[in-house]
């Protein structure tokens, strides 16, 4: 059973348009990030929610956090093909200091020049 | 500063072979992740280590899985004997305590059993 859904799972688009992906979940997340992965590479953090209701940019990346902590949101405006890669969710449960994170299995977003 | 360190980045192996992969924390971090990642399964937690001490291996899929971190500067994760199945990339990641729950992760080695 996945815990985080992502969707969609593949997105091309071309140069400049905008576009959203979806992270959800049916259980209440601490904090919630996005990292992005690049071929041949780890994954590498973006940012990182908190507070339900929340909202983030980094540049042209807007990230949100659902109100419940249960979703989040990742909106790009005009994608460029550095935006390329595999973009991952990750959900962190559980209280403390041994806290896991919870993967979706990402969206795969190729923009084309 | 050096971040997370794997080798080797690629392996090809015969199944029923014995394959080693090996991680270098980043210095002062005290948690260490194996994960392996797949396209059908993505990204799934192996084990992890607190102080080198393995917290939960409940990940683990199987005997033939084993992982070690015998001091603060290295973790390996062997496989014995290897099977077809188990081809995919190998992540390490580490954080700190401190740290909230950012993780940093190696490059990946690549695993294919013939």
């Known amino acids: 059973t996945q815990l985080l859904e992502q969707s969609p799972q593949f997105l091309s688009i071309q140069e400049g348009e905008n576009l959203t992906v979806y992270c959800n979940s049916s259980?209440?997340?601490?904090?919630l990030q996005w990292y992005r992965q690049e071929p041949g590479e780890g994954p590498v953090l973006l940012v990182t929610v908190v507070t339900g209701g929340e909202v983030k940019k980094l540049k042209r990346l807007t990230f949100q956090f659902g109100d419940a902590r249960k979703d989040s949101s990742l909106h790009i405006t005009a994608a460029q093909p550095g935006d390329t890669g595999l973009y991952l969710c990750?959900?962190?449960?559980?209280?403390?200091?041994?806290?896991?994170?919870?993967w979706g299995l990402g969206t795969s977003l190729a923009v084309n020049p | 500063d050096a971040g997370v360190i794997q080798s080797p980045r690629h392996e090809v192996t015969e199944m029923g072979q014995e394959v080693t992969l090996r991680c270098k924390p980043i210095s002062g971090h005290d948690y260490l992740f194996w994960y392996r990642q797949t396209m059908m399964r993505g990204l799934e937690l192996l084990i992890y280590f607190n102080n080198n001490v393995p917290i939960d291996d409940s990940g683990m899929p199987e005997d033939r899985f084993s992982a070690k971190m015998p001091n603060a500067s290295f973790s390996t994760l062997k496989i014995q004997p290897s099977e077809p199945r188990d081809s995919a990339v190998y992540f390490c990641a580490t954080r700190t305590s401190g740290g909230g729950v950012t993780q940093y992760f190696g490059p990946g080695t690549r695993l294919t059993v013939l």
């Open positions: 259980s209440v997340f601490s904090s």
């Open positions: 990750a959900g962190a449960k559980n209280a403390g200091n041994n806290r896991k994170l919870i």
